[in-house]
């Protein structure tokens, strides 16, 4: 063996790479042989190959065949069970493996083929016999598991190595929980809250309050997070002040849909509040209300991402996107998402129309890299509009307009032809394009329209209206099959040409 076989960094970097290049929730055969190959490689092929665990049944599997049991308990769901109670032995080989574990995800009880816990199992394993958390060293937690049942095994798997939780929300509704991950955690640095269930009306509404009232203490003791996602749970204004006052927070993902609650939040706000934050998501009922809070910030955001239920007018769409702009760092900010309206489904007829002037106060942003927006509205752009957008970001990555409902104003032939209700999306540093449209008639003069905004595209492709019979269908798959080639050759004699200059 070569010497440098025998250094421990060595060996990491090298069974890594053999993680890398299996499934990440499967078995890795080639590290399971790695261990056994020699003694050298045991140690640390065994923690590459414990590190990240799918699911707590790994561990389980490990112990005594006697001990447990796989119940089939209907087509695509198992029930582990014991048949016993666990000896010491048995936590010693339990504690041989956990100790090595650094990050577990318990995904959602009802998945296909999945090994749910029987409550003999949950009961063993929440009771371990030793002081301390069930596996010692856990780094990441990931716990999405939606019955209740599993909840009290929550608390021994808290430990004072964890950086990064996920849990559900009504788990925080457990005081032990509340208690241990406050004072078991203290150096959380990303917490993500998530609802994973619905229930009827009043009992929603009494679930939250209580989860609005742990999670919002717990937050309070947390100093050290820079990574916070609860956006479909309220946080009362002690805890947004909190947040507001962290010198580590980066990264906020908010639920700050009730507008006398917004108001509440921003008279105790004091400037500068967030100022450390680089990505924000708010989901509020109107913009309006945004828009007052947003005139009081000052961000240093790169990312913004807002969900709006009501659906604004054309000139609150406008004044927010210029209130947005003068509460950010222009040079910072570099990505935008808004989605705008209800489930409800508006006719074309009814929808606010939306132009270049909507967006204007956007093109100030000289970095911007990537920007959606979703909603109710029908978009009208020219292909001066589209030039303009491009000329103003030249970094532009991702751009992403309604999905199904952007209608290009009227457009000169033979200069270029675009079709009406067309959806747009580029995205991929924008090398590809992919549309929502109705037919063409001119495959030339859309190449050549999109090769003037998009330089670097070099393909496209197209999805049908579903209105649309067969032979409508088969002539768009020509003609947009006509664009794309010819962008090919379009781009092939470009960086001919450029290769040409160079020399």
């Known amino acids: 063996m070569h010497p440098c076989l025998t250094i421990v960094e060595v060996q990491h970097a090298i069974f890594r790479q053999v993680r890398l290049g299996n499934h990440p929730t499967r078995a890795n055969p080639t590290l399971a042989r790695l261990a056994c190959t020699c003694r050298t490689f045991n140690d ?49 080989i339990f504690r041989r493996y956990s100790s090595r574990v650094r990050s577990l995800t318990a995904f959602e009880s009802n998945m296909l083929n999945c090994e749910t816990l029987d409550n003999n199992v949950i009961l063993s394993l929440s009771h371990p016999p030793h002081n301390g958390p069930l596996i010692p060293y856990l780094k990441i937690l990931c716990w999405t598991v939606s019955d209740e049942d599993h909840v009290p095994l929550l608390p021994v798997l808290f430990t004072h190595t964890l950086v990064d939780v996920t849990l559900p929300s009504f788990s925080l509704r457990s005081p032990e929980i509340q208690t241990r991950l406050t004072s078991t955690c203290p150096s959380l640095k990303r917490l993500y809250v998530k609802r994973l269930y619905v229930k009827v009306a009043s009992e929603r509404e009494r679930d939250n309050a209580d989860e609005q009232r742990a999670l919002s203490e717990s937050i309070m003791c947390l100093h050290f997070l820079e990574s916070l996602n609860c956006q479909f749970c309220t946080l009362d204004e002690a805890a947004v002040l909190h947040l507001s006052c962290l010198p580590s927070l980066i990264e906020l993902s908010l639920d700050l849909q009730d507008e006398s609650y917004l108001e509440t939040v921003k008279r105790s706000l004091v400037p500068p509040a967030f100022a450390t934050l680089q990505s924000l998501s708010l989901q509020v009922d109107a913009l309006s209300p945004l828009i007052s809070f947003l005139q009081l910030m000052h961000f240093k955001l790169r990312q913004a991402w807002f969900t709006v239920k009501a659906i604004p007018t054309q000139d609150v769409l406008h004044s927010f996107f210029n209130t947005l702009v003068n509460a950010c760092d222009p040079v910072q900010l570099s990505e935008i998402m808004l989605s705008v309206g209800s489930r409800r489904w508006l006719s074309s007829a009814q929808r606010e129309q939306v132009s270049l002037v909507t967006f204007q106060p956007l093109l100030a942003l000289p970095n911007m890299e990537r920007f959606r927006f979703d909603g109710m509205f029908n978009i009208l752009l020219d292909d001066e509009a589209v030039k303009t957008v491009s000329d103003c970001w030249p970094n532009l990555t991702s751009f992403s307009l309604n999905d199904r409902t952007v209608d290009f104003a009227e457009i000169d032939q033979p200069y270029s032809e675009i079709p009406t209700s ?7 540093s924008c090398r590809i394009a992919n549309f929502i449209t109705s037919p063409i008639n001119h495959p030339h003069t859309i190449a050549d329209f999109l090769q003037d905004i998009c330089p670097r595209l070099c393909s496209v492709s197209a999805t049908w209206c579903e209105y649309m019979d067969e032979n409508d269908m088969e002539q768009c798959w020509d003609a947009w099959e006509g664009v794309n080639n010819l962008l090919c050759f379009l781009g092939t004699e470009q960086a001919t040409q450029d290769g040409t200059g160079e020399q």
């Not at 590459?48 to 799918?54: D, G, H, N, S, T």
């Not at 087509?75 to 109670?85: G, I, P, S, V």
């Not at 067309?422 to 991929?428: A, E, L, Q, R």
Request: glycine letters at 2%; proline letters at 4%; hydrophobic letters at 45%.
């Open 44 to 92: 640390t092929a065994l923690n590459i190959l414990w590190e990240e665990l799918p699911s707590i049944t790994y561990l389980i599997r490990c112990l005594p065949r006697n001990l447990w049991r796989i119940e089939s308990i209907s087509a695509h769901k198992q029930l582990m069970t014991f048949q016993r109670t666990m000896l010491l032995s048995d936590w010693e």
């Open 422 to 428: 067309c959806g747009v999306t580029i995205d991929s």
